[in-house]
């Protein structure tokens, strides 16, 4: 994870502008940060541990000016969360600011300390310092040096590189992580992703795999893997969605929460023909679509439940096989891809590393590849063989909310085409209602917020639904283990007997949602069960269910606005989400921006 961030100016004080690009970043990582610059031939930097808040504090007290200047927020991978391990790091005459993770970087260490380098940090990327200053000293160029390291390096990673005998270069490289760059009459810049970039210019150029960027006195040359020079195309990203502020919402996610009905409105619409009645497709995807007798679908976290619902819609109503995949399992499992005709690829930042090689591998075996993705631009977008696009616009909160609703929206259009004409148009017709009962939720927030008050206590939550609320009783436990750091775990409650029931007594409490269909009076079979042995419910249901004669009775019941059962999990999810939310902010966690989470995962 991590973001980075270079900027060589033609006048003025970079800083700023770094400090300005990496709070566009932040959301890739946040446990220090730090800026360098290059002043007579020395490098000055500060850094701090904690958010970018800290360094802005830091840097009140100690300015830092130059016209050139690197910028770091990071995810710890290796090294604890000190100034130390903070990059920038430097060795000699370079400084870098490095994304990713140096998977060789313990045979590294051992060589760059047998040439006398002493390694002072924790972290993997010192090591890339070091080779750098290493291969300067036997005097090679500079992009040559900076090339022979990165010929050494195993992992993934992006890096920037300044050079103090040099203070008009920048070097940045990338493998794996992604990096883009962008010229404007000011300056050059160079960052982890166009949000970022778009600070300065509407047009930016995404590095390739393996390319390296020479930034000289404002010349910009990149070459590609073979270290020939290379054009790479500039993209026009002035319809980027960037940050708006919370719109008078205590915090990002819960306006996040609040935009679902319009977010699912404008994904749903995108979708459609002019008059309503079919869910309009690529000509060629829609071929595959219609043909295909198996799908696959590839995906991490939040995404992946997106895509397990979608196999409870697509087996109930479009009749074809889907089987869902755990992106960090299906790339290293040798799958058997025999039988798939399409591969679905969901994934909101479209940056996911897992994500990417699970894209990687279904292409190198000749299956048609489609990504659902919300970021523009993003590397899913851009390298699938088809993207659908879900306008959720920015999603800023770590905990993702807005951008599953918008999936599923994807999801089950695609559902949609798989069903009868007749039958399609009808389902069209009451879905575009969806977002009024989404609202009819959103009203009861506060008869929501008074649920979360016993479970601030609780060590233990289980969630449990059966059916098509099962992968939203797993999303709701995701939410709430990820806010409020309270253990959550998500069962199919057919599975409670089977193992979790031992966790029950009185300090246990479980959320389960049943509404009425064939499968509520086994729920509430279980319901009893945890009653019976002193654990609390929550019972999220609907005014159809008949709940009057159960014995113990649970401790609190939330009842669904009406709609049909396929469209519940637009309801059903969003009482999850305000559930996590309620309880992380009564216990004063930081809601939009939870310890140790990163919301591009681009290592794995
Ligand atoms: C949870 C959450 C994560 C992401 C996961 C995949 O709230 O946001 O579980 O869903 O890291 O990320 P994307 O969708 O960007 O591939």
Same mark, same amino acid.
């Given at each position: ?13 970079? =800083? ?6 990496? /709070? ?15 002043? *007579? ?116 990673? /992006? ?164 089987? =869902? ?40 075996? *000749? ?158 079979? *279980? ?23 159960? *014995? ?53």
């Amino acid at each position: 994870m991590c973001g980075v961030v270079g900027i060589l100016l033609k006048t003025g004080n970079a =800083v700023p502008d770094v400090i300005e690009g990496l /709070s566009r970043l932040e959301y890739r990582g946040y446990d220090s940060a730090g800026v360098l610059t290059i002043n *007579n031939q020395n490098f000055q930097k500060v850094r701090a541990v904690g958010k970018l808040e800290s360094l802005k504090n830091e840097l009140r007290s100690a300015p830092l000016s130059g016209a050139i200047a690197i910028g770091h927020t990071r995810w710890a991978t290796h090294g604890g969360v000190t100034i130390d391990n903070a990059h920038p790091h430097e060795s000699g005459r370079v400084a870098i600011v490095h994304n990713g993770i140096i998977e060789n970087h313990r045979y590294l260490k051992k060589l760059v300390q047998d040439q006398g380098y002493q390694c002072t940090t924790d972290t993997d990327t010192e090591v890339i310092a070091h080779l750098i200053d290493y291969y300067l000293r036997l005097g090679n160029e500079h992009h040559i040096a900076v090339q022979k390291t990165l010929n050494q390096l195993e992992g993934t990673f /992006s890096i920037v590189a300044v050079f103090k005998d040099r203070p008009s270069l920048m070097i940045g490289a990338r493998h794996g992580s992604p990096l883009a760059f962008s010229v404007s009459e000011h300056g050059s810049f160079i960052a982890s992703d166009a949000i970022a970039l778009s600070l300065w210019s509407n047009h930016v150029c995404y590095l390739e795999d393996k390319d390296m960027i020479i930034i000289d006195d404002h010349k910009v040359v990149v070459l590609d893997e073979h270290g020939q020079p290379i054009e790479r195309p500039f993209k026009n990203i002035s319809h980027l969605n960037l940050h708006s502020d919370k719109l008078g919402y205590s915090h990002y996610m819960l306006k996040e929460i609040f935009e679902q009905p319009q977010v699912v409105h404008d994904t749903f619409s995108s979708l459609l023909n002019d008059d309503e009645s079919d869910i309009k497709l690529d000509a060629r995807l829609e071929s595959i679509l219609m043909s295909a007798k198996r799908i696959k679908i590839v995906a991490c976290g939040t995404s992946y439940y997106a895509g397990l619902l979608c196999q409870y819609w697509m087996e109930a109503y479009g009749h074809m096989g889907v089987d =869902v995949e755990i992106a960090s399992e299906f790339r290293y499992r040798q799958p058997y891809l025999g039988d798939t005709d399409l591969a679905i690829l969901i994934s909101q930042s479209g940056e996911t590393i897992d994500t990417l090689a699970s894209l990687d591998l279904l292409k190198s075996q *000749n299956i048609p590849t489609l990504g659902i993705v919300n970021v523009l631009e993003s590397s899913l977008m851009r390298r699938s063989d088809f993207y659908i696009q879900t306008l959720a616009g920015t999603e800023v909160s770590v905990a993702s909310t807005k951008a599953f609703s918008a999936q599923i929206t994807v999801l089950l259009a695609l559902v949609f085409k798989k069903i009868e004409p007749s039958d399609r148009e009808l389902k069209i017709k009451k879905f575009l209602n969806i977002p009024k009962h989404m609202n009819c939720v959103l009203d009861q927030f506060d008869d929501i917020m008074k649920l979360c008050n016993p479970l601030i206590q609780s060590k233990d939550v289980i969630y449990m639904a059966r059916g098509m609320n099962t992968p939203i009783a797993f999303e709701g436990a995701l939410k709430l283990k990820e806010l409020s750091y309270i253990n959550a775990q998500g069962y199919p409650a057919g599975e409670l007997k089977h193992g979790p029931i031992a966790l029950i007594d009185e300090s246990l409490y479980a959320v389960v949602i049943a509404p009425s269909n064939d499968c509520l009076p086994k729920t509430l079979s *279980n319901v009893q069960e945890i009653l019976a042995r002193g654990g609390k419910v929550i019972l999220v249901t609907d005014h159809h269910s008949k709940i009057d004669s159960i *014995n113990p009775y649970p401790q609190h019941i939330y009842r669904l606005p009406d709609c049909d059962a396929i469209f519940q999990p637009f309801l059903t999810v969003m009482i999850m989400q305000m559930l996590a939310f309620g309880v992380a902010n009564l216990k004063g966690q930081d809601v939009d921006q939870p310890r140790n989470l990163a919301k591009s995962v681009t290592v794995e």
